[in-house]
């Protein structure tokens, strides 16, 4: 198979966002290294938008590399598997970053693991087939996808299979894979494409294929020559482009990387499904040719564990469901200046409370942080600078919004599209009054009575 170019080309930016100190430098040349596996896991039923899935195991059940745990328990669900053999030891409760309590399937590994090398050749290694991929029905590709528990892992973690499903009413002309990485810090992107380029230009044409997508372009901002260096080597002959966009947060949001990359404005409100596109991350891309071309369900990401926190900084293969602790404990644990850990990056991630947290298939990677980047000001009152309106890659009015969640004005919430907010973090960043706007917005969107 090989997808052909021909849409409008974007301008490589989009307007209004920020320029935040990058810091990749503390992770970006540390070469991805595969964790050995842990003794215990503990597997999140709910990890992804939508409804969780039912644990299909019970404790004491034995399990293999791969066995489901819990299957998908509707449309919008993902299916969560075993990434160890072993055992089943509990079925219980965790809270995530994000404040939810979900239930969780634990796995204690017994016997001999597939670990190290032979891991990570199963995954990513070898050589990965462009061609003689139109064999495969796009049906039959979604029910691998969806079989294997895909979900977004650029950090939204929405159902992969949902948006790979063809639409008779919204056609789709482009698969648009995105390499951006644009949080500060974070690289495990970067070291993927380019340790991993080949499985990612397979799964971008094998995502075109189940969407009735002809065109495959990956967006790779331009301040990482060497993955679009690998990735153009690997999609020689494909027919997909690889297109370097400007360095600028969020060019990783996916209105603004398609307005970038293939030139379409998404409405306000809506997706970029309503102008031809779905948006994949290239981790997502790497996992659909595991699941499709090996039969590997999601059942490992990469991690970028990152920040002057940390005292080995590293990108790594890693379990889902290992804890935020053994991750770090392998990288050498927190420096003693260490004041916050974080899921995700500095801009959209979360503060992790507890370190017994499990790894998600969202967690994009653990930010430590110390005091020096931990803004401490105090909030003063508004001085009505407009700083965060230009700032605003959407171009909504922050300070409205924020303070229609902190009265809870729900009508003057929607009046300002509260909903089309993606939680950048870019007005609270440059805000001089430290007014938290990103988080209060976040709050309303959370409380924002159903209509
Ligand atoms: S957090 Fe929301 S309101 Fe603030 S800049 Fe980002 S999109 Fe705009
Ligand atoms: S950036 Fe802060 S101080 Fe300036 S208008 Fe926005 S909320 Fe007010």
Same mark, same amino acid.
């Given at each position: ?379 003063? $009152? &508004?001085?009505? %600078? *407009?700083? @965060?309106?230009?700032? /605003? !890659?959407?171009?909504?009015?922050? #300070?409205? +919004? ?17 909903? $089309? &907010?993606?939680? %950048? *973090?870019? @007005?609270?960043?440059? /805000? !001089?009054?430290?007014?938290?706007? #990103?988080? +209060? ?11």
């Amino acid at each position: 198979m090989s997808a052909q170019a021909f849409g409008a080309r974007g301008t490589g930016s989009f307007p209004r966002g920020i320029h935040p100190a990058q810091a990749k430098h503390h992770s970006a040349a540390a070469a991805l290294e595969v964790l050995p596996p842990p003794a215990r896991v503990e597997i999140p039923l709910l990890q992804h938008l939508g409804a969780p899935a039912t644990a299909a195991v019970k404790p004491r059940d034995p399990v293999a590399w791969g066995t489901v745990l819990g299957v998908a328990s509707g449309f919008v669900s993902a299916s969560v598997h075993s990434p160890l053999g072993g055992k089943v030891v509990r079925l219980g409760v965790t809270t995530l970053p994000n404040g939810r309590h979900v239930p969780t399937v634990a796995v204690a590994a017994e016997g001999e693991q597939v670990a190290g090398q032979a891991l990570w050749e199963a995954l990513y290694g070898g050589p990965w087939p462009t061609a003689g991929l139109d064999e495969l029905t796009p049906e039959a590709i979604g029910a691998v996808v969806r079989e294997a528990g895909l979900v977004g892992q650029g950090g939204a973690a929405f159902p992969t299979h949902v948006k790979l499903t063809p639409n008779p009413a919204k056609p789709v002309d482009t698969v648009l894979v995105n390499g951006c990485e644009c949080e500060p810090f974070l690289t495990a992107d970067d070291r993927l494409m380019r340790e991993a380029p080949a499985p990612i230009v397979a799964g971008a044409l094998l995502a075109a294929r189940a969407a009735g997508a002809r065109q495959v372009v990956i967006g790779v901002e331009d301040n990482k020559p060497e993955a679009v260096a690998a990735l153009r080597a690997a999609a020689e002959g494909t027919g997909v482009v690889v297109q370097s966009v400007r360095t600028k947060y969020p060019q990783g949001g996916e209105r603004q990387l398609v307005l970038s990359v293939v030139g379409r404005i998404v409405p306000t409100g809506g997706l970029p499904l309503d102008v031809g596109v779905v948006v994949v991350n290239v981790g997502t891309a790497a996992a659909i040719a595991a699941a499709v071309l090996r039969g590997r369900p999601l059942t490992h990401r990469v991690v970028a564990v990152t920040g002057p926190g940390v005292v080995r900084p590293a990108n790594l293969l890693v379990p889902i469901g290992v804890s935020y602790r053994e991750v770090l404990d392998f990288c050498g644990g927190l420096r003693p200046e260490a004041v916050r850990v974080l899921s995700g990056g500095p801009m959209m991630g979360l503060a992790v409370g507890d370190l017994a947290t499990p790894v998600t298939k969202g967690t994009s990677g653990i930010t430590v942080l110390t005091a020096r980047e931990v803004r401490k000001a105090a909030e003063t $009152a &508004c001085v009505r %600078c *407009g700083r @965060c309106g230009e700032a /605003c !890659p959407l171009g909504l009015v922050p #300070t409205r +919004l924020a303070l229609a969640s902190r009265h809870r004005d729900w009508a003057l919430a929607r009046r300002y599209h509260i909903q $089309a &907010c993606i939680e %950048c *973090g870019c @007005c609270a960043y440059v /805000c !001089p009054a430290a007014i938290p706007l #990103t988080q +209060l917005i976040r709050m309303g969107k959370a409380m924002l009575p159903k209509e």
